[in-house]
């Protein structure tokens, strides 16, 4: 007993849209605990609609299908669902009254091209569209094997899935496990080299811990099928706090949590303040910052010194040390921090400079090369180099955000 | 003769995150002329994986992949579709000593899990992944048939199909006849107000033109079929011309030209200069300005006065115009406009101060209640009051500097 999704568009095949449809059903699917182990894209093509029915009503019991309810001509999931059964269309006056007074609502008329959109499968039951025309419908051609549809504007389908799809899905008896997880956050160690750390947690079989990596970050999510939340917590819990310990100061978060969100809850609870001083980012770590609502009670601000005489005249970097080590080095950097906290007069200073690219680099001091200054509440000042190599430049600019970010994080802890 | 994507990872199944891969594909594969008739999405399971090729093998003659090329036992694309075709997978050196490299550049040692990505089926060729660590193949395991493997991470994907995969599909002789696009972006103008004005170039065939709308920003698409740039560019071009004449001011750019690029290009013309002052964008406008390299022929820097105090002691702003008026006002943004211009010293001076929410709004100011200031290079100050509505706070935010861009855009033609 699986689901599978299909979504029907050519827009889809072309990259006109991103799919994001096929990950609110998937999440959707996940929460009320229904395996789910394909998805496809189809075109708006009868033959070829076919066939991907055919494919998946032989290894799916549950098939929800996105896409081509629409009045027009190249609209044709429902006719070729019913194709595929054998099935003939049965036209429906209520969708036909339905559609007739949502046109009048907006002081129209109803088109003879939205007649099409009342024809659903003998047998089959009107599944409400509460906002557009488009209704879809919960079918079951054939013993074991259920069929909805939904039209492919998500506010619709996603209302539709809300008011109408999950209930009909609980009567079946889904939803009473649900897959529980928690996602924990780790920064400054690779994905190869927290896996080495906890490799003995990848064979467990409940709860489940999986390895995810992303830009900068890498992520476990450790997941069980239970009925309950608490119950899922204490299945979950141990697992989560063993991993946690292990992972020491790398561990910075969990689920939705972001560095910003860290970094800010962190400085409140020692009611500290921050400034910073950007030259490669341009304001990007402020950006990170103030993200948060609310981070007004610790961020103060900033200067953004892209260009030395900047540096100078709002930081008091001093020439010399420019013209001694450059403006990406470790001397200027933790000029630039000492610098911002004085004159903003924050408890903490935090600095980047660095080669964001594609130009600039050299053989000394190559695109990527960064130097993130930070000066404590004590005036102390520090500074780490980073090399994040010759990658595209949003990205060196995003790293060493992020960095900055999780320096002044482990200071902080 | 078609191609099909096949992404591979249960984090797209559980909804994780969005598949923004398939999309860039599918993208890619019409601008090359390739139809592309399904894509599959699969966890990391080889038995169901090895059903998705033989499935897409038996109807595709191009199978690109994603996902499932990293170091951790669960990523198992290359193996599995090695045995799907009976193939050994052979030890390449070159990959080991690239992986090795790639990790001492970030002064890590390669652990012994990333061995597995250097396994690659016997006779197929490496396409390089100049980033990260998972490169791919381009393998034709059968006649008529190419594989292609990219990973997950969508910029290290992006990159080998632009280095490496269109090259190769060009060398197999796609992308005779392609469709040629250019997309005409306009600002400061709703969708339906332009498509009034261009209306009647919607029934066009050849080229054909079509509106898309996103935020803050509406474009024209106009598209032929051809086989060389230069008879596209004859279709579209006397087109395009018409339309930029129509469009006026609210015309910005085209293809992907940005704001600040655009901004950017006007100021170099201009050999002229400029700084930010930022409040309730925290960095967000200095970041645009200094997403184009090179921007510091005209950019300088700025302040990020988040908090008041930071107005007054960086840019002169008065004690009696922020009690009088408040920071969120004409007064204020334009005080913070000429306090940055004079103390940075740059032609232009541009500001921003509003309420970003969700917190903060009150019936006179309510959320997205946002003043732009500038400068001009005579010290002249104008300002703009902005009503973004009641939205979402990163929505506000880069609205909010995107409309400072487009503010200075206007000013400089």
């Given amino acids: 007993m ?71 001509p190249d609209d044709l999931t429902t006719e070729t669902i019913a194709q595929c059964f054998n099935c003939p269309l049965v036209e429906k006056a209520e969708i036909i009254e339905d559609i007739q007074r949502k046109f009048a609502a907006r002081g129209r008329q109803m088109n003879e091209n939205n007649r099409k959109q009342a024809l659903i499968p003998e047998g089959a039951t009107i599944l409400p569209n509460p906002t557009g025309t488009a209704p879809g419908i919960i079918w079951e051609p054939a013993p074991n094997l259920t069929i ?94 063993e991993i946690i310990k292990i992972a020491g100061a790398d561990y910075f978060g969990k689920d939705d949590d972001t560095l910003s969100e860290v970094v800010g809850t962190l400085l409140r609870e020692k009611q500290q303040t921050v400034a910073v001083a950007e030259s490669c980012t341009g304001g990007g770590l402020g950006t990170m910052f103030t993200d948060i609502a609310g981070s007004s009670d610790y961020f103060w601000g900033g200067v953004i010194a892209y260009d030395n005489r900047v540096k100078m005249s709002l930081l008091g970097v001093g020439s010399e040390a420019l013209k001694a080590h450059g403006a990406v080095s470790d001397i200027v950097a933790q000029q630039m921090a000492l610098g911002v906290k004085q004159r903003l007069n924050t408890s903490w200073g935090i600095s980047i400079t660095g080669i964001a690219g594609p130009g600039g680099g050299t053989e000394i001091k190559p695109v990527g090369l960064v130097y993130i200054g930070i000066a404590d509440p004590d005036g102390q000042v520090d500074s780490i180099e980073c090399t994040f190599g010759d990658r595209d430049r949003p990205i060196i600019r995003y790293l060493s955000s992020c960095t900055a970010l999780d320096q002044l994080r482990r200071k902080l802890i």
């Fill in 2 to 72: 699986s689901a599978e999704i299909i979504c029907v568009g050519t827009e889809l095949l072309l990259g006109d849209i991103v799919n994001t449809n096929v990950q609110f059903l998937a999440k959707e699917l996940a929460n009320l605990g229904i395996p789910h182990y394909y998805q496809t894209v189809v075109g708006d093509n009868p033959t070829r609609l076919k066939e991907v029915i055919n494919i998946a009503s032989n290894r799916a019991s549950i098939l929800l299908f996105t896409g081509g309810l629409g009045p027009t």
């Fill in 148 to 241: 909805m549809t939904f039209p492919g504007v998500p506010s619709e389908m996603k209302r539709m899935w809300a008011e109408t799809a999950i209930a009909h899905l609980k009567s079946q008896g889904w939803g009473k496990e649900v897959i529980f997880s928690r996602m924990l956050r780790f920064r400054g160690i690779g994905e190869s080299a927290l896996a080495t750390k906890v490799n003995r947690f990848f064979d467990l079989t409940n709860p489940t811990v999986a390895p995810y990596a992303s830009l900068g970050e890498v992520r476990l999510r450790i997941s069980t099928k239970t009925a309950s939340e608490s119950q899922a917590n204490s299945i979950i819990e141990p697992i989560a706090q």
